[in-house]
């Protein structure tokens, strides 16, 4: 029969001080890896979005996604029937943010905002209630993107600049290792760094989006 040594105390701690060192180098490495899991389901849920208005604004010849009740833009596709409005009051699934607050507690918010350039009735808005266009500027013209909208009801584009890197992680917008995710205008997404959204703010009526066209 074969005789096994037994572990001494201290080789005991040697190997639990090891375990430990080796457990402090790999959890921020998990953490970064759990981080970009989140960026990147984020991201498929506003293209998702984004595909729902495009489609929407083939069926309406080139109209933008928006509830003329008075609502939000994401309303608009999931009572027309393009997205299934799973989290109850009309809100899609795709409108919650992995890393923002929980929205299916009141059914009426969402992590997701869209421009408030293109609401037909803001007085931002140009005349323009186009959505599909390749034309000038498209690539740079946000349409949805990472957001807290704490009003009811309105999925709009209400941020303040203080929201950016708001000490809430899941109130504040650039909540994706300060970055935030951007659908634009011709289909593209992108993460966007709070600082180069702090950029688009230039004045109080164009905060978060430019206005360039
Ligand atoms: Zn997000």
């Known amino acids: 029969m074969m005789k096994y040594k037994k572990f001494s105390l201290i080789e005991l701690l040697v190997v639990i001080a090891i375990i430990g060192i080796l457990t402090s180098i790999l959890l921020p490495v998990l953490s970064k890896g759990r981080q970009k899991a989140f960026q990147v389901s984020c991201a498929n849920n506003i293209r998702q979005i984004g595909t729902a208005a495009f489609m929407y604004s083939e069926d309406w010849e080139g109209l933008f996604p928006f509830d003329y009740s008075g609502d939000s833009s994401i309303k608009a596709l999931t009572k027309n029937g393009f997205m299934e409005p799973s989290l109850g009051n009309w809100v899609p699934a795709a409108a919650q943010c992995p890393m923002g607050l929980d929205v299916s507690a009141d059914g ?24 599909l266009s ?14 807290y909208n704490a009003w009811d009801n309105i999925y709009k584009g209400y941020f303040t600049t ?47 989006w430019r206005n360039d066209w």
Do not use: C
């Not at 034309?135 to 349409?143: A, D, L």
């Open 162 to 208: 203080d929201k950016i890197f708001h000490s809430d992680k899941k109130t504040r917008i650039a909540r994706h290792q300060n970055k935030a995710n951007v659908y634009f205008q011709d289909g593209h997404l992108a993460a966007l760094s709070g600082v180069t959204l702090l950029t688009f703010a230039s004045t109080y009526d164009q905060k978060f």
């Open 134 to 147: 390749s034309g000038t500027g498209s690539s740079e013209r946000m349409v949805y993107m990472d957001s």
């Open 108 to 131: 009426w918010k969402s992590n997701v905002a869209m421009n408030w350039k293109f609401d037909p009735k803001s007085s931002f808005n140009t005349g323009s209630d186009f959505f």
